[in-house]
């Protein structure tokens, strides 16, 4: 994995990593006050709204998610 891009605000650190294996891009997110953590696949033309935004496309994940769970 490749570390394309870092921000840190407060206790959030949230990076873009791009894995050269197989070409995907992934945004990892760490809330190190509260231990909080989770990772979300970047598609390559969403990959920086997702890095700059992680928890409105955390939460899209989980609204789809729940969609698939009812049908």
Known sequence: MIELAHRESGSLHVALFWCKEDATLRVSVVDVGTDDAFELEAGGSSALDV?????AYAALRRADEELVAQS
């Open 51 to 55: 890095f700059y935004h992680p928890y």
